[in-house]
């Protein structure tokens, strides 16, 4: 298989880009999307949660497009533990602000 038929195969997903070996990459937006969801579970993980649930808090307040989204290039440079942390912090105080219940 070419690279072009790869490239093909995987546009309806993601605009992915081949590495010179032929093998596709995750475009920006998957890796971006992949580390929203990663934060997203490690928070459950760490609140003894559902993920799903975890999900809707972030997304209540707005957590996931108005700040991991935003401050991407900065949090993924920094340890899961200090990511989660601040992910956790940053979200009881938005649900204190807004007045929301966890």
């Known amino acids: ?14 605009e992915t880009y ?3 070996d032929g093998y596709p990459r995750p475009s920006e937006n998957d890796r971006l999307y992949t580390f929203v969801c990663s934060c997203i579970e ?7 949660c559902k993920a799903s649930d975890m ?18 290039d900065t949090l993924h440079t920094e340890s899961r533990e200090n990511v989660i942390a601040d992910i956790l912090e940053t979200l009881a105080f938005w649900e204190e602000k807004k007045g929301v219940n966890a």
């Open 1 to 14: 298989m070419n690279t072009e038929t790869m490239t093909q195969m995987t546009k309806p997903l993601s």
């Open 18 to 20: 081949v590495w010179d």
């Open 42 to 48: 490690a928070a459950s993980i760490h609140e003894g």
């Open 55 to 72: 999900f809707r808090r972030m997304n209540r307040v707005g957590l996931i497009h108005d700040y991991i989204i935003p401050c991407y």
